[in-house]
C-alpha cells in the first residue's frame, strides 16, 4: 500500500474495523465514509474568504492509539464541493465520501478518517457524553471505548488531541458483495507495425508521426498560448471531440493537438495550449502515432496510440513525417508483431476462497488471411514470473490500421471489442457462499500491464554459392541464423592435447525445430588466430532421430554429439579412379577431372560399395585424365579399381581422421594439416520454422577426449 502524508487537518475519528461484523472477514473494501453536518457556511461571509468552502477527506492508519499523519493511503482521498454538503438540524441526512474504488483495509486494527475543512464554520454532528440524544430527552452514554475509536481535534500548536468524552457521528460503509463471479475484459492499445525505407533524419522517442494527406478544407487561426483554434471555410463539426489534428506554425513548424470540444464548423478548443501563433495557416486530418520503438539499421518504426479508422490509416507506400525532429520516410509495410511469449502483470488481491482466471485469445494467420478463431486461446496467471509460452498457434497483433481493416476479426458469436487483436478475459470467481461475503479478488485500477516477446528464431543458415552449392553460413562466413549462443574459449593447461570432442545436452528440441551444434578447435602449432578458425558443425551421436513433444516443455531428451568423419559432399566427380600402391596419383575412368576439381580443393576418396573405406585428401594437382593428392596413398582399403571422389564443401572444417586412429585433423588456410587441439570452443545455432514453436538447452556439457 502506497502512502502519502497530510499536512494539514481539522479534526480525526479514528474508528474499529470489527472482524465479528464482516463475518470474521480478514480484509474490507470500504465504499464511503458518511458525515452529518449540522451546519456549513453563509457563503458570503465564510472566515476562509473562499467563495465556495468545500471538506476533504482521507483515511490514515493508526498505531499506539495515534494517528498517522505519515501514512495516509496515496488514492484515498476525497473532495465534496459546497454544494454537495448537506446539513440538518436532525442529524438524519448524511453527506457520503465515496471511493472511486474500494479501500482495501485489514479488519481487526484502528483507521482514522482525517477531516479537512476549508472553512472552519462548518459544523459536524457530534456525540457526546451527558448531551441529549437528538430528538429525545435521553442523556447519551457517550462512546464505547473499547471499540469506537476517538476524535482528536487540532490545537493551537497544530497537533492533535483526542476528546475523551466525544466522537463524531459517521458511518463506515464496506462492501458486501452479491455475485459469486465476475469478468472483466482487457484488450491491446492501438500500434502501428511499420517497414519504412528512405528515412530522412531520425525519428524521436514519444514524438507525433502523422502520415501525409491533403489539408483539410479551409484555414485556421491560432494564437500561442491559449486552446481556441477559429476555421474559416472549415469543417470542424464532421470530426470527433478528441480526434487529433496536426496543424502548421508555418512550413516547418508543426504540432498535433487534440479536438477537446468542437462547438461548430467553425469554432473548437484543444486539449493542451498552442505553441504558435498564425493568424491564416493550414491544418490536416491524418493518421496519427506516437513513436514508441525504431531501429534504425533493419528500418522498422513502431508507433502507440494510433487514431486510425476505418477511413483514415496508415498505408503502404504513404508518406510519414515526425512533427519534433522532422524525420520523414516512406512506408513499405503496415504489419504484424508475431507474439511467442506473454507475461501480465497487475494489482491484484485474492483471498483464499477466491481466484483469479485469465483467458488469452488472439488474432492467428491461417496461410492467407488474419482471423480469429476462439479456440485458440490459453489460461494464465497475473504477475506470475514464468513467462508464458503461445506454442499452439502463431498469435499476431495487427497493425491498427489493419485491425480496423479487417472483417475477420470479428463475428457475431465471437467478438473481438473493437476489433482487437488480443483479448484477455479475466474471470473472478469467489467459492464461499455469497451470504455475508464481504472479501473478493479483485484488479486493481482500468489497465494492466502486458509484455509481449517475440522469439527471434528462423530457418535460415543455408546460403548457395557461386556454383549453385548449398553452404552453411555459419562455418565459414558471420552466419545468417538469427538466434545462437557461443560458450567461452576453453584452452587446455600443461601442455595438453586432446583427439575429439563430445557434447553432452539436454535440450527441449521439438519438431519442426533443430539444434545446430559447431565447434571450433585450434592446436596452438598452428600460427593462424583461434577466432579466424572455421566452426565445425557437430554430428549427432545419440538420439539425433528423437524428438519433443510439443504439448510438454518438460520433455527433455539428452543428446551426444561429436565430430563427423569428413565434411559434406559439394558434388560427387562422375566416372571411376584407379588407385596406385606407391604414389598419391589416381587415374580417372569417363570423366575429365579438371572440369570438377582444381589443386588445393579437398576430396573424399572412398569405395561406393564399402562406403567406411575412405581417405580424406587435398589436391595437390590435376590434369584430363589424374588427380595428384597432397599424401601417398598408404591404406590398403582403398587401392584399386571402381573408386569415387566428392569434392567436399568445406576445407577447414575439422574431422576425425580415420586414417590416423580418428584423431581429429583440421587445415588451415594455407592447407596445411594439424592433429589434436588445444583450444575450443561452441556455437549453438537454434532454428525453427515458426516463431511459437522453438528449442531450448537446458544444459550442455563439452569434453576434449582421446579417440
Not at 471531440?241 to 506554425?249: C, E, R
Request: negative net charge; contains cysteine.
Amino acid at each position: 500500500m502506497a502512502y502519502e502524508t497530510i499536512t494539514n487537518f481539522t479534526m480525526i475519528q479514528t474508528f474499529y474495523a470489527d472482524p465479528e461484523i464482516v463475518s470474521n472477514s480478514s480484509e474490507i473494501g470500504i465504499t464511503s465514509i458518511d458525515l452529518f453536518f449540522k451546519s456549513k457556511p453563509d457563503p458570503s461571509k465564510n472566515a476562509s474568504g473562499k467563495p465556495a468552502p468545500g471538506v476533504s477527506i482521507t483515511i490514515c492508519e493508526v498505531q499506539n492509539d495515534e494517528p498517522q499523519l505519515s501514512k495516509a493511503y496515496y488514492g484515498a482521498s476525497v473532495r465534496k464541493s459546497y454544494d454537495e454538503i448537506y446539513s440538518f438540524s436532525d442529524a438524519s441526512t448524511p453527506t457520503s465520501f465515496g471511493f472511486t474504488t474500494p479501500l482495501k483495509l485489514k479488519t481487526g486494527r484502528f483507521y482514522g478518517v482525517v477531516i479537512i475543512f476549508d472553512d472552519p464554520s462548518f459544523e459536524i454532528w457530534v456525540n457526546k457524553q451527558g448531551d441529549r440524544i437528538s430528538g429525545t430527552n435521553t442523556p447519551s452514554p457517550g462512546t464505547n471505548i473499547i471499540k469506537d475509536g476517538k476524535l482528536y481535534n487540532k490545537t493551537n500548536a497544530g497537533i492533535y488531541k483526542a476528546i475523551s468524552d466525544t466522537d463524531l457521528k459517521f458511518a463506515v460503509n464496506v462492501a458486501k458483495y452479491i455475485s459469486n463471479t465476475s469478468s472483466q475484459i482487457y484488450v491491446n492499445r492501438n500500434y502501428e507495425f511499420l517497414d519504412i525505407e528512405s528515412r530522412a533524419g531520425s525519428f524521436l522517442g514519444g514524438e507525433w508521426v502523422y502520415q501525409e494527406t491533403a489539408n483539410a478544407a479551409g484555414t485556421i487561426s491560432v494564437n500561442a498560448g491559449n486552446n481556441v483554434i477559429i476555421g474559416t471555410g472549415t469543417s470542424f463539426s464532421s470530426y470527433p471531440d478528441g480526434g487529433k489534428i496536426v496543424v502548421y506554425g508555418n512550413t516547418t513548424q508543426k504540432q498535433v493537438y487534440t479536438a477537446l470540444n468542437i462547438v461548430n464548423n467553425t469554432y473548437m478548443t484543444t486539449a493542451s495550449k498552442i505553441a504558435f501563433s498564425n493568424s491564416a495557416t493550414t491544418y490536416k486530418v491524418a493518421p496519427v502515432g506516437k513513436v514508441y520503438y525504431k531501429d534504425n539499421l533493419i528500418n522498422k518504426l513502431y508507433l502507440v496510440d494510433s487514431t486510425a479508422n476505418t477511413t483514415l490509416k496508415f498505408a503502404n507506400g504513404a508518406f510519414i513525417e515526425g512533427v519534433d525532429s522532422g524525420a520523414t520516410a516512406n512506408i513499405t509495410t503496415v504489419g504484424v508483431f508475431s507474439v511467442d511469449r506473454v507475461q501480465i502483470k497487475g494489482d491484484t488481491r485474492s483471498p483464499a476462497a477466491g481466484k483469479i482466471v485469465t483467458t488469452l485469445t488472439t488474432a492467428i494467420y491461417n496461410g492467407s488471411i488474419y482471423t480469429y478463431d476462439p479456440t485458440n486461446n490459453v489460461k494464465f496467471e497475473f504477475n506470475n514470473p514464468v513467462k508464458r509460452n503461445l506454442t499452439n498457434w502463431d498469435a499476431y497483433i495487427l497493425s491498427r490500421s489493419l485491425e480496423v481493416d479487417n472483417s475477420n476479426l470479428y463475428s457475431n458469436v465471437d467478438l473481438l471489442i473493437d476489433r482487437k487483436s488480443f483479448k484477455i478475459d479475466a474471470t473472478l470467481t469467489v467459492s464461499a457462499s455469497n451470504t455475508g461475503l464481504f472479501l473478493s479478488p479483485s484488479i486493481e485500477g482500468d489497465d494492466i500491464d502486458m509484455y509481449v516477446m517475440q522469439n527471434k528464431i528462423s530457418n535460415t543458415y543455408l546460403v548457395t554459392d557461386a556454383n549453385t552449392v548449398s553452404i552453411d553460413s555459419e562455418v565459414n562466413d558471420n552466419g545468417a541464423a538469427i538466434s545462437r549462443h557461443i560458450t567461452k574459449k576453453v584452452t587446455f593447461a600443461n601442455n595438453r592435447f586432446a583427439e575429439d570432442v563430445r557434447m553432452f545436452m539436454t535440450a527441449y528440441r521439438p519438431s519442426n525445430t533443430d539444434l545446430k551444434i559447431y565447434t571450433r578447435i585450434h592446436n596452438s602449432q598452428d600460427p593462424e588466430a583461434f577466432d579466424d578458425k572455421a566452426w565445425t558443425p557437430l554430428e549427432y551421436m545419440e538420439n539425433g532421430n528423437k524428438f519433443s513433444s510439443r504439448e510438454d516443455k518438460n520433455d527433455l531428451i539428452e543428446y551426444e554429439l561429436g565430430l563427423s568423419q569428413y565434411s559434406e559432399s559439394a558434388n560427387v566427380v562422375p566416372g571411376t579412379f584407379t588407385t596406385q600402391t606407391a604414389n598419391a596419383i589416381i587415374v580417372a575412368e569417363g570423366v575429365n577431372p579438371t572440369v570438377y576439381v582444381a589443386a588445393n580443393d579437398l576430396v573424399k576418396l572412398y569405395n561406393p560399395l564399402i562406403p567406411e573405406d575412405y581417405i580424406v585428401a587435398v589436391v595437390s594437382a590435376a590434369n584430363s585424365t589424374t588427380i595428384t593428392l597432397g599424401d601417398a596413398i598408404s591404406n590398403n582399403n582403398v587401392l584399386g579399381t571402381g573408386f569415387k571422389v566428392d569434392r567436399l564443401k568445406y576445407y577447414h572444417t575439422a574431422f576425425n581422421n580415420i586414417t590416423n586412429d580418428n584423431v581429429a585433423r583440421y587445415y588451415n588456410s594455407s592447407l596445411v594439416e594439424f592433429d589434436t587441439f588445444d583450444s575450443m570452443q561452441i556455437k549453438i545455432v537454434f532454428t525453427s520454422d515458426s516463431t511459437f514453436n522453438v528449442p531450448e538447452v537446458d544444459q550442455i556439457q563439452v569434453i576434449g577426449v582421446s579417440a
